[in-house]
């Protein structure tokens, strides 16, 4: 049975948006950051600083395609997220010990492949 220690609110920082153009790191100290590359680009996801926090990534150009890397994952299938179209989308949520999908317009790639 679940006690009051064990659940969690969704949390959105406030912060401004993030806009990332090339490879590297998505922020976590920012909940919506957007992706918009020409041809690929490959991020990463870090660990969450509060249990509940949100992350939102979306891809703003039609034909760059946006590889996310998520350090710890909740379920290892979402270790690889690919963002691969204009509109493209992934809702995450830091659960303290990984970070689980909520919501998505994305095509995931399984960790083995």
């Not at 912060?15 to 690929?40: C, H, I, N």
């Not at 969450?48 to 290892?76: A, D, R």
């Amino acid at each position: 049975m679940a006690t009051i220690n064990d659940n969690f609110f969704p949390v959105i920082l406030n912060s401004e948006r993030e806009d990332l153009t090339a490879d590297g790191a998505l922020s976590v100290e920012k909940y919506f950051s957007t992706v918009s590359v020409s041809a690929g680009a490959n991020m990463t996801l870090a660990d969450g600083t509060v249990k509940g926090q949100l992350k939102k990534v979306v891809n703003i150009h039609s034909s760059g395609n946006c590889e996310i890397t998520v350090t710890t994952p909740k379920v290892t299938d979402d270790k690889v997220i690919d963002i691969n179209a204009q509109d493209a989308f992934v809702v995450l949520m830091w659960a303290g010990d990984g970070w689980t999908v909520l919501e998505h317009g994305a095509t995931f790639a399984h960790a083995s492949s």
